[in-house]
């Protein structure tokens, strides 16, 4: 069974710093990998999906990269800002089967001014 | 556009109602999806609809039933439900369920007295 494990649960930095959340699975016969912002009572907002094929992908401020032997993705933001504030969840996808995104415990991320 | 949506915002109901939610996408997708998500948790799948049919149902009860009327509209029936069933309720889209992106509503907040 797909576990996925996000670390650390919750991350509060002061704006302006770059900083890495991490994202590690036990299954790594992953077809891709995605993922997600939402802030407070709202909904997913998807922001980078990685093919199992692929190294990183790069959105603006964010770079996501994957490891799928070593079970492991680092999602990158540069230069964080308040804007920044929300909560982060991976998702994985299996490659056999349906492929259900399971997702990860996310990491709740405060930027302060 | 990717906009998905979803109706009412806020639901609060008592263990004997019938209610409805709605979701709808107009992006030509043709897999909808119906998530449940609890407090300080990840969302966790309910039910694939694909081509208007019905794919997965994760073990849901039977007080929540699912309906695709079309290609565009997905409904989550509600009935006899309990305080435990409090949660988000997402809708999701994407083109298809080869690991295409999915595209998330903004939710249902659903209180249930």
């Known amino acids: 069974k797909q576990e996925v494990t996000q670390i650390p649960a919750a991350l509060s930095v002061p704006e302006g710093e770059n900083l890495v959340l991490n994202c590690s699975f036990t299954?790594?016969?992953?077809?891709?990998l995605q993922w997600f912002r939402q802030d407070p009572g709202k909904g997913l907002t998807s922001l980078l999906l990685?093919?199992?094929?692929?190294r990183e992908q790069t959105s603006g401020r964010l770079n996501a990269s994957l490891d799928k032997s070593s079970g492991r993705s680092t999602l990158y933001i540069a230069a964080s800002q308040p804007g920044d504030s929300a909560t982060y969840l991976c998702?994985?996808?299996?490659?056999?089967?349906?492929?259900?995104?399971?997702f990860g415990t996310g990491t709740r991320l405060l930027v302060s001014p | 556009d990717t906009e998905v949506t979803q109706t009412p915002k806020h639901l609060v109901m008592g263990m004997t109602n019938k209610k409805s939610l709605k979701c709808e996408q107009h992006?030509?997708?043709?897999?909808m999806y119906w998530y449940k998500q609890k407090a300080k948790k990840p969302p966790e799948l309910m039910f694939v609809?694909?081509?208007?049919?019905?794919?997965i149902n994760e073990s849901v009860p039977s007080r929540f039933s699912p309906e695709c009327p079309n290609s565009s509209l997905l409904n989550l029936h509600l009935h006899a439900l309990q305080p435990e069933d409090s949660a988000l309720y997402l809708c999701?889209?994407?083109?298809?369920?080869?690991?295409?992106?999915?595209?998330f509503g903004p939710g249902t907040r659903l209180t249930v007295l």
């Open positions: 999701a889209s994407s083109q298809g369920l080869a690991g295409d992106t999915q595209y």
């Open positions: 609809y694909s081509y208007e049919k019905l794919s």
């Open positions: 990685i093919q199992s094929s692929q």
């Open positions: 299954d790594s016969a992953i077809y891709n």
């Open positions: 998702a994985v996808r299996r490659s056999t089967g349906f492929q259900k995104l399971v």
């Open positions: 992006m030509g997708h043709r897999a």
